[in-house]
């Protein structure tokens, strides 16, 4: 009798058991049997999460969650929607479903007739996820927290398998070697196995008793040093696409099946062979090992349900509301939060409470609308006149990080800026996405170290680089290389410049530190590692915070709208220099930022003459430094 932990670990078995061959509509049966089971407030917690767990912790075919950014979509991808099954001893024929799966199983006393005309090719689109760029540490451990259900074998999912690919004669070239724990568990477990397809004309390799000695698999992150599990992601519903670079929290069918990577032997002459004839493929070996890498590495996950994330704050609720009380909390006490914050970056800017005041706003920016090619919203904030030491640009980084979901420091060293790749470029060899450093997702925190920079000379690579920065910095966008063209994508990215002087890149703003403070490194990073664990700061409201105001809609009211148009005439009158349309459309965007940071959701005549009273301070100092 099926336990009622069923839904959760043989998922498979609940699928099989609503479908019908003569029901059209069968499939929304399940989706609706699945919504049941998932819309509570807590139910997917009770799902295992692949980020947080060593795949050698997950059953295979069980349900599991895994939160990530869509870095590639693949072509369609062809598999057996429906599939017979013949019993050996009776003849009796029936039909089974091979949706959210990747191979086809049977009971020892069974066979699949891969020849049957009552066989169904369907299509299914496939995305290649990765975990969420520039996931901060405390964001990991949170939602690690959260993930507290340990797997436990499926009782039920007994059956006896073998295997066979679909389009290949049972003679099959073995590749061999040394497996993984996780594929070594799935071996071991079908040993006696009767027989297993292969449903996908994408996976039609077929392995035996281990993997093949290869060069190691490129996971295609686009951060240098990040690490985590990458996920080939299938989805069945066209209510369920997602677009490039979306951050999508997954709850899918683990499939870790050995026999659905793509091995190329390695001979003795360097050459390698391909697993399938090559007459018998359309694709490549480079596609085939991209598409097709290691199970035990990068697992396939049969979509059930797919949820775009508005953020990734593992102490918020997944959809931001006011009612929800952690939000409410927030939007009571923001004027307090902020004066906490403010300090904190106060000390951070060696005691510049002005410098302080633009980089919280800078914290909080977001573009909120595009308008032709203008994102509105966006607020790049050059902070020059730091101090030319490594060591205070990383500890500027360790603050903010500590503070918002996603960041990264990019030093921009010469041999940065000439090795790397910034954007994205497809590799038709192998059919693929390349990534690059600039393909990350909305309100990640670039942090961009111009102190770092030496004399030297910038090659082709590097200016480039330099100039897709910029392009991202002042539109917004970024240029994905396809060889023959160029495709813009949109972005929404929040970019932090540190500088000794003006940076050579653009910003939005630029504001001089003045420090109060000597610079002392050690002294600095005491008082605000003291701040941080004494309990002066409330890292927990201040990440919320953050999260929550950032996300807040604004609006300007009429009344507003008359009171600033008449500023900007009146000080026009004298002379037209004085306020320039860019000098207003800058203040109508600290207006905004300022009124939100204290949890206002609509300007007043107090906001306005602060923000003007900042800039007129700002631009002194500027002219102060320039003469």
């Not at 990068?298 to 704050?313: A, C, D, E, G, S």
């Not at 909390?329 to 002005?354: S, V």
């Not at 002042?474 to 160029?486: A, P, R």
């Not at 910003?507 to 420090?515: E, G, I, T």
């Amino acid at each position: 009798m099926p336990g009622i932990q069923d839904w959760l670990n043989c998922p498979l078995d609940i699928i099989q058991g609503y479908f019908d061959p003569h029901d059209a509509h069968w499939t929304d049966k399940v989706n609706e049997y699945f919504k049941k089971k998932l819309d509570g407030d807590d139910s997917s917690l009770s799902i295992p999460s692949v980020n947080h767990r060593s795949l050698h912790q997950l059953k295979p075919n069980s349900l599991v969650r895994f939160r990530g950014m869509v870095q590639d979509m693949y072509d369609p991808e062809f598999y057996l929607g429906v599939y017979e099954v013949e019993d050996t001893s009776t003849g009796t024929k029936m039909l089974k479903s091979g949706r959210y799966q990747d191979v086809a199983s049977c009971l020892p006393n069974q066979k699949i007739n891969i020849e049957s005309r009552n066989n169904v090719t369907m299509d299914r689109q496939t995305y290649y996820c990765i975990p969420v760029p520039g996931e901060n540490v405390w964001v990991k451990e949170a939602f690690a927290e959260k993930d507290q259900i340990l797997s436990s074998p499926c009782s039920s999912s007994t059956s006896i398998r073998g295997k066979r690919a679909l389009d290949t004669d049972e003679n099959k070239e073995k590749v061999t070697g040394e497996s993984s724990s996780a594929t070594e568990e799935m071996m071991d477990s079908s040993e006696d196995s009767a027989r297993r397809t292969v449903l996908s004309s994408g996976s039609s390799s077929e392995a035996s008793q281990g993997i093949g000695v290869l060069n190691p698999i490129d996971l295609n992150f686009p951060l240098q040093g990040e690490n985590g599990t990458a996920c080939l992601v299938k989805i069945y519903d066209e209510k369920d696409s997602c677009k490039l670079n979306d951050v999508v929290e997954i709850i899918g069918v683990l499939s870790v099946d050995p026999s659905l990577a793509t091995f190329p032997e390695s001979s003795t002459n360097g050459n390698h062979s391909d697993i399938l004839n090559p007459e018998e493929s359309m694709d490549g070996i480079e596609e085939q090992t991209a598409h097709s890498p290691p199970p035990s590495l990068v697992p396939r996950l049969h979509v059930i349900r797919v949820t775009k994330l508005q953020h990734i704050n593992p102490l918020l609720p997944l959809q931001l509301n006011s009612s929800d009380s952690v939000v409410a909390e927030i939007l009571r006490d923001a004027g307090k939060i902020r004066d906490q914050l403010r300090w904190l970056l106060q000390q951070l800017l060696l005691g510049d409470d002005l410098s302080a005041d633009y980089l919280l706003l800078h914290l909080l920016s977001n573009v909120y609308a595009r308008r032709d090619v203008s994102a509105l919203g966006k607020w790049s904030l050059n902070i020059s006149g730091c101090p030319k030491s490594e060591e205070y640009t990383h500890l500027v980084h360790s603050v903010l990080e500590q503070l918002v979901t996603k960041s990264h420091l990019l030093p921009l060293t010469l041999t940065n800026l000439n090795s790397s790749r910034f954007t994205p470029k497809k590799d038709y060899s192998a059919n693929r996405l390349k990534s690059g450093v600039l393909q990350l997702t909305d309100r990640t925190h670039v942090i961009l170290d111009e102190t770092v920079m030496e004399a030297g000379q910038l090659d082709t690579n590097g200016v480039q680089n330099v100039t897709a920065l910029g392009n991202a910095i002042s539109w917004q966008k970024v240029d994905y290389d396809f060889d023959f063209h160029k495709t813009e994508f949109p972005i929404n990215l929040k970019f932090l410049i540190l500088s000794e002087g003006k940076s050579m890149l653009p910003s939005d703003c630029l504001v001089r530190l003045q420090k109060k403070e000597q610079f002392d490194i050690e002294k600095l990073k005491s008082t605000i590692q003291d701040a941080m664990t004494s309990g002066n700061i409330n890292l927990r409201q201040l990440r919320c915070y953050v999260s929550v105001l950032e996300n807040l809609d604004y609006d300007l009211t009429q009344d507003m709208q008359k009171i600033v148009e008449q500023d900007f005439v009146d000080v026009r009158k004298d002379n037209r220099d004085n306020m320039t349309q860019l000098d207003l459309h800058n203040l109508l965007i600290l207006a905004r930022l300022m009124s939100l940071s204290s949890g206002e959701t609509r300007l007043k005549c107090s906001i306005w003459e602060r923000v003007k009273r900042m800039e007129n301070e700002r631009k002194a100092r500027l002219r102060a430094a320039d003469s």
